[in-house]
């Protein structure tokens, strides 16, 4: 009998084991402990009763016989199987496998997703390390002979005369539960302290490695751990309270596809402010009271307890967290309760749409269009297409929530796929905050070329000083100075690993340069490391210079910024919009992370400073990706019972994506940016693939591309479309060059096999690139 296992190693596909004679057959779901090279790991199985691996001498039995006394050669025999149930629900191991397929990637790669937390700790700078201790299969032996000795809810006595002290089981027991590892300090929290770690290290039974804890400077807005903000004062959702006409319409609609009992996807487009959040607690409501559970996707971590509370309100203890920002203990324990089938509500983000969560009749996916759904690392799966997947599977309804829908939702609203259930107006019919543009070209004309507030925006927020209101600034950019420039010779300090210029951090002493991609940091040298020119300047400005400038330009003002330097230490971003809630804070100026979900009463005012960040891009997102962001960050004035007004400055006040967020007309900007796509043929209009190799050289980067882009070419019959070979816009990344293609065509698993056939020739090269499918970037 053989079996197919997947091992938590990156880019390994599923590995084939024989089961030993007098072994029952795993079931799929299970973890067994198999041989990997030198190693031993723990694994999923994912498919029973499978033919021996292609190339091998075939048993000369039947498939059904196959286990009884042949082996095949060379293909090795599980060592043991650890469940005797599933541990993952098998259809979530299908639905991994889905996802390993449809973003070409390995199954491995879904296993952190699938398994309770990969230890690692939260956020740490990029040296910082973490000591994980993981079971060995010496260890896996020793507890599995201590769980025989005591039976299977072993008295402490009976555990005693094996060779395992109770807690030295206790901690097996957890290990065990954990294959990737846990984190010391998460076993000390357990009461596992270092002395009981070094001591079972010291028998074979775990082993401790350093894992490197890596900030990603791509993932927006993480915040492992920080979890505690707390949810807006007052009563935030009341089962008595009435539904306006609009909620009452949609809820109807929403609970008469989800009473079908059958698969179906939603579109709930609803204005910032119109309510959306209480329409999915009744709507999970009356899915629990008809016996089936829910999972409720967030894009942010930070947004998690807000929604959890809500939850909680509503149905009390059998909701459950999922996200990786809780610790390695917490994890685990809210997994271990979801599997357990103690849970009806799930609320996580992206990776709990592998919660192991059964009898699912409703996902939610928030702010659907939210790009941290999309993971950035393999495997590359977009949260919310995973989620309509499982959805499907699961035969439940998913219901798609935003306020500025993503162009591929839309499009499918549009083409049917999905139910639009709309909501025009926001509750208690408070107004959308009024958006006036403002002409930066004018204000630099008037007010000089160094004006970074204009007057109407330094007016607009000491307006709300004097009233005892609050302000957002938001410029989708960190830091004091974007670039340092000499006037000499025009040369810019640049990072010495990627082709982007150095920014400016912090004022006087502590003033620094650094690199936001690779994090290489170096001090501002006082002539041109180019030319010896002694004059340096400082050009463009981010967050921090705003906040200076808030805080020169509005005497009294108490300013206070958040973006992810502001909130390195752990707590501090909950700290931070807690003290904003309480009034202890007059203007908050920060990046998107400002932008999110949250909602406080008494902000009147949302400047943007400037709303061409992300215009410049060479990307075809650029235009959505700024309607969405002033659209969103306009709906953070005016939720309370003031109404609230928006500053929108610009270089660019023509722009459509400026012009149609202003008056918040999305089905015009749909339109609009509809006829561009389908000029330049992109998503929704085609699939897409990105594809980056990456290598030390130039030159190395582009041949190899090439002879991707030709391979395809050879292998797809002239029916899909190619780019490149050319270097990718970021065409030097943490010292390696990065060449680019693109594929594009109306069916997505060509495309990929397209892909993947061209490099499976070389295995080398395959591990020097990166497949994307659906990019939500092509930079
Ligand atoms: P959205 O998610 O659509 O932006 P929310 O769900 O956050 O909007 O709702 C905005 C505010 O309106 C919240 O403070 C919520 O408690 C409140 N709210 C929602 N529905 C009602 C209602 N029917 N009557 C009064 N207040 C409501
Ligand atoms: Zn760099």
Redesign the pocket.
């Known amino acids: 009998m053989f079996i197919q296992v997947a091992v938590p190693v990156p880019g390994l596909d599923l590995l084939t084991y024989a089961v030993p004679d007098g072994v029952a057959t795993p079931t799929i779901g299970a973890r067994v402990v198999v041989p990997l090279g030198t190693r031993v790991v723990t694994g999923i199985v994912v498919e029973v009763d499978v033919a021996p691996p292609a190339g091998r001498e075939a048993p000369n039995a039947d498939p059904g016989t196959a286990g009884a006394g042949r082996r095949t050669p060379n293909v090795k025999a599980i060592r043991e199987v650890l469940d005797a149930g599933a541990f993952v629900p098998p259809e979530v191991v299908a639905l991994a496998r889905w996802t390993a397929d449809y973003y070409a990637a390995g199954v491995g790669d879904t296993i952190p997703a699938l398994l309770p937390p990969m230890a690692r700790g939260g956020r740490a700078d990029a040296h910082k390390t973490t000591r994980v201790a993981a079971i060995t299969a010496a260890g896996l032996e020793a507890l599995s002979a201590a769980q025989e000795v005591s039976g299977e809810r072993a008295p402490e006595t009976l555990a005693l005369q094996s060779k395992l002290s109770a807690k030295q089981r206790n901690a097996l027991e957890l290990l065990a539960g954990t294959p990737t590892g846990i984190g010391t300090a998460a076993l000390a929290a357990r009461g596992i302290a270092a002395d009981a770690v070094s001591r079972l290290a010291r028998h074979g039974y775990i082993s401790v490695r350093q894992d490197r804890v890596d900030r990603n400077p791509f993932a927006a807005g993480t915040d492992g751990g920080q979890t505690g903000v707390r949810p807006?004062s007052g009563p935030?959702?009341d089962p008595t309270?009435?539904?306006?006409g609009e909620?009452a319409a949609a809820l109807d609609r929403l609970l008469a596809l989800a009473a079908t009992g059958e698969f179906r996807a939603a579109l709930l487009h609803?204005v910032?402010?119109?309510?959306?959040?209480?329409i999915y607690i009744r709507l999970s409501s009356a899915v629990r009271a008809a016996g089936r559970r829910v999972l409720m996707l967030v894009p942010e971590i930070a947004l998690t307890p807000a929604a959890a509370t809500l939850f909680r309100e509503a149905f009390g203890e059998r909701v459950a967290i999922q996200h990786s920002g809780l610790s390695d203990g917490e994890r685990h324990d809210q997994w271990q309760r979801i599997r357990r089938g103690d849970i009806d509500v799930v609320v996580g983000t992206r990776s709990a749409v592998f919660a192991p969560l059964e009898h699912v009749g409703l996902i939610v996916v928030d702010e659907e269009h939210d790009g941290s759904y999309k993971q950035e690392e393999s495997p590359r799966y977009n949260g919310r297409d995973v989620a309509i997947v499982r959805a499907q599977r699961a035969g439940a309804l998913v219901v798609l929530g935003s306020?500025t829908p993503s162009m591929e939702t839309y499009h499918n609203a549009v083409a049917g796929k999905y139910e639009r259930v709309v909501?025009e107006r926001r509750?208690?019919d408070r107004p959308l905050a009024a958006v006036t543009v403002i002409d930066m070209r004018e204000e630099y004309a008037a007010e000089g070329p160094d004006v970074i507030l204009s007057r109407d925006l330094r007016r607009g927020i000491q307006a709300r000083l004097d009233r005892g209101e609050q302000s957002l600034v938001l410029l989708n950019r960190r830091g004091f100075a974007t670039a340092v420039f000499c006037r000499q010779c025009a040369g810019t300090i640049d990072c010495p690993n990627c082709s982007v210029s150095l920014v400016v951090h912090g004022e006087g002493s502590s003033k620094r340069a650094r690199c936001h991609y690779c994090n290489y940091t170096s001090r501002v040298p006082p002539v041109c490391p180019l030319c010896a020119g002694p004059y340096l300047e400082q050009a463009g400005f981010g967050t921090e210079r705003v906040e200076a400038e808030v805080a020169r330009t509005c005497p009294g003002a108490r300013v206070a910024r958040l973006d992810r330097d502001a909130i390195r230490r752990k707590g501090s971003l909950s700290a931070l919009l807690n003290r904003f809630r309480d009034g202890e804070i007059d203007v908050l100026v920060g990046t998107q992370m400002i932008a999110k979900g949250h909602?406080f009463p008494r902000v009147t005012l949302v400047g943007v400073v400037s709303a061409d960040v992300g215009l410049g891009l060479a990307d075809f997102r650029a235009s959505e990706r700024t309607f969405q962001l002033l659209t969103q960050v306009a709906?953070r004035a005016g939720?309370g019972e003031q109404p609230g007004e928006a500053i929108i400055q610009t270089l660019y006040p023509d722009h459509y994506s400026i012009q149609l967020a202003c008056r918040q007309d999305y089905p015009a900007f749909y339109e609009r940016e509809m006829r561009f796509r389908q000029a330049m043929r992109y998503p929704p209009v085609l699939s897409l693939v990105n594809a980056v190799v990456r290598s030390r050289t130039f030159a190395g980067a582009m041949d190899d591309a090439a002879d991707v882009v030709q391979k395809v070419r050879e292998g797809d019959g002239g029916v899909l479309r190619v780019l490149g070979p050319a270097p990718a816009p970021l065409g030097k990344l943490r010292g390696e060059y990065r060449a680019q293609l693109l594929v594009k065509g109306t069916n997505r698993r060509r495309i990929r096999e397209a892909v993947m056939a061209a490099i499976s020739a070389r295995p080398e090269l395959a591990r020097r690139m990166t497949v994307d499918v659906d990019p939500l970037s092509v930079l």
Not at 241 to 244: N, S
Not at 272 to 278: P, Q, R, V
């Open positions: 807006p935030p959702s309270r009435q539904l306006t909620q609803g910032t402010g119109s309510g959306k959040t209480e306020a909501l509750v208690l909602d709906g939720r």
